[in-house]
């Protein structure tokens, strides 16, 4: 099978430079395309950018041309890396004229005809893409990835919905530095020896985005899911992988072993399709009551799996359950899950 | 006023230390016993002591001499910073010959007669102190400090309870290194870039310890408080402080304003007691978004200061209120709460 | 005796800040004006200020006026705390206009006619003082701080080069990010679980100034001192206080003993003075081979002392003496180390 | 070719563990005996270990018994991971016995008739083995590695002392937890915001091996190369990777470039060889002045890769040169080097 077009929008930053490391060998697609600053257009990849990963840049972008980021890009998907402000605008625009792109920004998460999609959970909300080309008379789409703090807790509780159903979740969050970027992202001198209770707008999003995820496909869009979700999202002196403390209300009484064995079977109907990004599961329960820990779990499946433990009754809630789990905030929660989205799609014949 | 004597028993390790470097200049207290395991008894503090803290040593115990653990220490009042293990014998030992001993050790906290105090929450409790003498014909008694945890969440609940009622909490902990001591405590290899989500029996004295101290004083003991408590305990890497983020289920349905003036005003009737170790408030809570932190709020008033901030309405629970708050381990919950309790009873007249 | 008036320019940054609370209570000095950016100008410092320390803006600063960076201010000593490219320009102009200029910007530090006081180490080189007023021509003058990097090292120095001489010094050292400031200076996804071992022109500094401040006092400027000094500048994950390992080859041969008697005796004729910001010794000398830390040493006589330890004969220099030494470069390094200078001028009658 | 039965002598902590791993798919060993303590004997490795590792426990030894440390392993190499004084008594017997046994402890490496061996930099010093041999009449051996701070110093001065010639060396350590052990190893409270300016031992060891890998081999045995090596070792707050801060004074007058050249052609005759567990290059030399730091530069080449930065002419020292290095002390530095030395030692014929 011949290679699919890439490009990626913004590849000369942080996120851009993770999409250019992890498509280095990818079995469907090739990077043909690299879209960076006015200061960088012109100039080499290895030129325009400074790299930041602690892995060497791939020697295939080095003297790939750094372009602007405009429509006549020699490829298909685009993988936008680009910072909120910049994907607002750009963004629909290479959709109109034809690209099917992929966002890390939060621009276009809530928009009626935009599906906000985790494979693993929600894969039947893709029927959104027809929608919104339609509506909009656009070739292509915009498909925004989920925040990183929303992904581990969504795909946590899906297992949960299904089978026993939801009334309520609470959740606190100890957020890693990566997710707050360089520019400046977190201070040193802020998170030594300490723990930030604070992180603009980021509540407001993991509540919001969770019950657009987990909500039910109507003809017009998503009715979000009608269960409670409130949190406080901390920033902890951790580089990568998120921890989320969670207390969920339950529609049945369950046991931990029951909620346990819907985690770990769960697969969203996804281990069948054979995506090359897929993990070989998207759920891991530890029964070893000091894990998961971020930096010994963050990593496991390449950071595609979630992982939990701790699972335990809680007897403050009404059928009440609690667990800690982490989700590795820059691979699926970011760059990774974005080339799965589009693995998907590409399965699902909506790329080609 | 001539001092009350005073000994701090286990006066070597890091907890005895700090009761040593926090009595130096006590108005009312005078130290004159220290206690130490076999290996150092006849030893002076000096030589039998391998210092820990930041500060120095203070001159005036150097030359004291280490004593055994054992009735016929010239004092009236002991601190004590014994392990669990030989606090479980030695303290009631220690009451029934005479002294008031205040402890830092989980092993009576829950006994029937036993009040479990923080001053500035239920100083009521202390008639239960008359009521163990009786019962178990002591001269002296035992009054247990709460654990370190516990302190915080009950002294911003008890404004909570008395003006709006609880219904249920929920109380996720960030919790500092210096809790666990230093046999080994938290090893550095295990907390560098990470969080561990376990702390062995901690979520347990946390719910029953929160119950009793927040319970009603009836004619046997105290009934425990009606409302559930649940919680997730963790271990950040961070020296002293521990953070809270706290969800509250209220009777009433109020505003952020009303909880926030609650809290601000609330004194425990403490305040015009004049105990030299109180603080000028007890609780304080920011407005700033960003606070509290445990490295800028630990140290409020010297450690005995509880931080609250980001209160906020919550809407997933019923009259849902949540908040973070920050109180420090080792001085409000442990050592300086010591020392306030122990001011509140000579104050009360239980010792003279 | 009625206070004399100063001001801090650039008071709203953290070294202007910190300039703010330790002139909180100055019994000599007196905060009367205080300059801002033009954003700032005309508000209240309360207004102005983004407050970043962890102790509070002092009460006596909120409602000060922040002024613009100009002649006119009624002050007789201004305090700088500007970025190096605005102090260039400012600071000249200010002195000229009759001000006691003392500033931690390093743009004027290797003129001739400037002195680079460390007040302990070489207080004859105030005469320069008068030299750079006649030469220039101003009413005032400027004194700028030494790097607080070269501080511990030539406060540690000076004893040995009076007593047994230096022939040339390798120095490598482990800095805190206090040093980098906020702008955004060390990112914390860079420092955790890293050393960097690069500090741009720190290196040349610390080499010139060293040589500069232990130099010898000449008609027309300071002759440096001829012994070569080499380092290697590094930073760690330490929030204050910088840690340097100094290999030193002497001129005579000498046991640690004298050198450490060398130390602990050393006060630069300082002692006797007076100063109200001068501690009661310069150098702590440790015998515990465990010190100095930085988290356990840096406060040390609230950071004006700088700490020595691991004092040994080196094998492989002629003459070879090697240490580690902490010094708070905060305190001492900088804002503190400034007042302490001013004091010494005013003692010695150049400001009146 | 049939595999090489080898054995990991105290498989079950830390140090065995990582042995474990990196045995797990070796194209020439495979593992066959593992041995723990006495309480562990007779469970199977599953049972018998707390695994500490961030990777998973590789399948293949989960069911292997624990054996007890003695003659009767069917096996003809032997990883030791023992503790010293385990080391010192049962690796002598067993090298007796006929095993090649290959060490982490320090306990035998100044013995004149041992190599103490890095591949890459004294291969030569093999020949002792029939030495060791004859004059104690063992049908095996002992091999023990370096230190592991002293491996990156060896490794980097080889290259000098081959080309240029060296006078002394003197070298700051900033050293990483993981060398320390967890038996407690660094307890966090201590390290954090914090550098330790003392590790017992460490510089008398870096001091002697240096000199001995670096001799010259005689009749009888390794006459020490004749520079001196002066150290002052430090921890920080770092997981793996030591990084070491070297000034050198060399017998020739060279530029940066000649040294960066003879460091990156350095191959000390061993890539020629084929070890499966070599690197493509022992030292890689950065331009960037930024680099190497111990979180991006310590797996290059899977931790084999002694990685240089910073290499700058010196003017303090005759024929000054001075750099920064990083290795990594859990690979280069210990089990990996292990690994390496033996597969040199069968490829030279002396195990079969």
Not at 202 to 225: D, N, W
Not at 310 to 326: E, F, I, Q, S, T
Request: glycine letters at 8%.
């Amino acid at each position: 099978m011949e290679k699919i077009k890439v490009g990626i929008l913004g590849a000369t930053g942080a996120v851009g430079q993770r999409f250019a490391v992890l498509l280095a060998d990818h079995p469907w697609f090739e990077v043909t395309a690299l879209t960076g600053s006015d200061r960088t257009v012109g100039q080499t990849y290895a030129e325009g950018c400074r790299w930041v990963l602690p892995v060497e840049m791939p020697d295939y972008v080095r003297n790939l041309a750094v372009l602007p980021t405009e429509p006549g890009m020699d490829a298909q998907i685009l993988f936008s890396a680009l910072p909120a402000d910049n994907a607002r605008e750009a963004e629909p625009r290479l959709a109109e004229a034809g690209y099917a792109v992929f966002s890390n920004a939060s621009s276009h998460r809530m928009w009626p005809d935009v599906p906000l999609l985790i494979p693993e959970v929600n894969h039947e909300h893709i029927a959104l893409v027809e929608v919104q080309r339609k509506q909009r008379g656009w070739k292509g789409f915009v498909v925004p990835l989920p925040n990183c703090t929303t992904t581990g807790l969504a795909v946590t509780l899906k297992p949960l919905l299904d089978r026993f159903g939801v009334r309520f979740v609470l959740m606190t969050s100890m957020q890693a530095m990566s997710g707050a970027g360089r520019s400046p992202g977190v201070i040193g001198l802020d998170i030594l020896d300490n723990v930030i209770p604070f992180i603009p707008k980021e509540e407001e999003k993991v509540q919001r985005e969770t019950q657009k995820i987990l909500g039910t496909l109507g003809e017009c869009g998503v009715a979000p899911a009608q269960f409670a979700v409130s949190c406080t999202c901390t920033r902890v002196n951790v580089l990568d992988g998120h921890t989320e403390s969670v207390f969920a209300s339950l529609d049945a009484d369950v046991t931990e072993a029951e909620v346990a064995a819907a985690m770990r079977d769960y697969d969203g109907g996804l281990c069948a399709l054979g995506l090359p990004t897929a993990p070989p599961r998207f759920i891991h329960v530890h029964d070893d009551p000091y894990r998961p820990q971020p930096r010994l779990d963050r990593d496991m499946n390449n950071g595609m799996t979630t992982v939990v433990g701790r699972l335990r009754k809680d007897a403050a809630l009404p059928n009440g359950m609690k667990y800690v789990l982490v989700s590795h905030n820059t691979k699926m929660g970011a760059a990774r899950g974005a080339v799965l989205t589009a693995e998907l799609l590409v399965k699902q014949g909506l790329i080609n």
